[in-house]
């Protein structure tokens, strides 16, 4: 069910009252993978090599890490039956997390769906400055290397607007899903 909403352009979102509700806003928050922005000082903290970027290591772990409460989040849409849901996603090879690591403690990611040439980016967490944005960094250019058409962001954000994420009507949104979907590439 999960795979056929995301193609649809349909992803789900946990609330306060444990209930799972569908969401399909319009505008849609995408980053184009060819006008992502980093910035002077993530380029340098980049180059710095401050964290290893592994792929996959840890899913649960990040997912968890992204449902934690956090000052100015103390809850999140992502409650035990999305855990599950996302877990089993990526069993099955479809869910994927970028992790930022420091002394082999996991410091920082985030994790999305993946089906064809689209890579539906979820939640991200930091619990060391940077370590989210390198992460994103990292998915990007994995993303352009693997020729991926369309990342979705969902909502837009001032932070993801930094990285040049743009908001687009929904049926743009849907052409551009289409064409992904259809995009023979795999996630690695």
Same mark, same amino acid.
Not at 17 to 26: A, E, K, Q, T, V
């Given at each position: ?16 009252? %444990?209930?799972? @509700? ?14 992502? !922005? *980093?910035?002077? $000082? ?65 410091? %920082?990611?985030? @994790? ?14 930091? !619990? *060391?400055?940077? $370590? ?57």
């Amino acid at each position: 069910m999960l795979l056929s909403a995301y193609c649809q352009g349909v992803f789900p979102m946990a609330h306060e009252d %444990g209930r799972i @509700y569908w969401y399909d806003p319009d505008p849609r928050a995408i980053i184009p993978l060819d006008r992502f !922005h *980093v910035s002077r $000082s993530l380029e340098r903290t980049i180059r710095q090599q401050r964290f290893e970027i592994r792929l996959n290591t840890a899913f649960t772990a990040v997912v968890q890490a992204c449902a934690a409460p956090a000052p100015g989040r103390e809850e999140t849409w992502i409650n035990d039956d999305i855990l599950q849901a996302y877990t089993r996603l990526h069993l099955l090879g479809f869910a994927h997390s970028v992790e930022a690591w420091q002394a082999d403690e996991l410091v %920082g990611g985030l @994790y999305g769906v993946a089906i064809g040439g689209f890579f539906a980016g979820e939640s991200m967490f930091s !619990h *060391v400055p940077d $370590s989210s944005k390198v992460a994103l960094a990292f998915l990007v250019a994995q993303l352009r290397q693997q020729e991926f058409r369309l990342l979705d962001t969902q909502f837009m954000t001032e932070h993801l607007r930094r990285f040049g994420a743009v908001e687009i009507p929904a049926d743009e949104y849907r052409r551009l899903l289409n064409r992904a979907i259809l995009t023979h590439t795999v996630f690695v």
